[in-house]
């Protein structure tokens, strides 16, 4: 039988269940499938703490640049990065500082 509400903590849980809008956890399910692609993480962690183009991103992780626009173009779709036009050149970051801590707390969790 699933505990109801004489259990001793359902209302804690129910409080728990309210906190988390359940239509969000979809939209951060989608986050952390964007960012299990390897190509994507290290575009992500290219991007740490930094503005950077296209080539550079290219030639720093030593991924043809056709494919880093791909990837990039689903990164900013999803919301995740953003770029700033500078002459011809678009220059890339992280959309904010929430991603940036996103990854960094990841690293920090496999040390």
């Known amino acids: ?16 269940k309210q906190e988390i809008e359940l239509n ?5 399910s989608n986050i952390f499938k964007i960012l299990s692609d390897n190509t994507r993480l290290k575009i992500v962690c290219a991007l740490l703490n930094t503005e950077i183009r ?8 030593n991924i043809n ?4 626009s791909h990837q990039l173009k689903i990164l900013r ?4 990065v953003k770029y700033t036009q500078k002459g011809l050149e678009k220059y ?8 940036e801590q996103i990854i960094l707390q990841g690293i920090d969790h496999i040390k």
């Open 1 to 16: 039988m699933i505990c109801g509400k004489n259990c001793p903590n359902y209302q804690k849980i129910n409080n728990k």
């Open 24 to 28: 969000r956890i979809e939209e951060l």
């Open 54 to 61: 296209v080539s550079d991103i290219s030639n720093t992780l």
């Open 65 to 68: 640049r056709t494919t880093v």
């Open 77 to 80: 779709d999803n919301n995740l």
């Open 92 to 99: 890339y970051s992280l959309r904010d500082p929430h991603i």
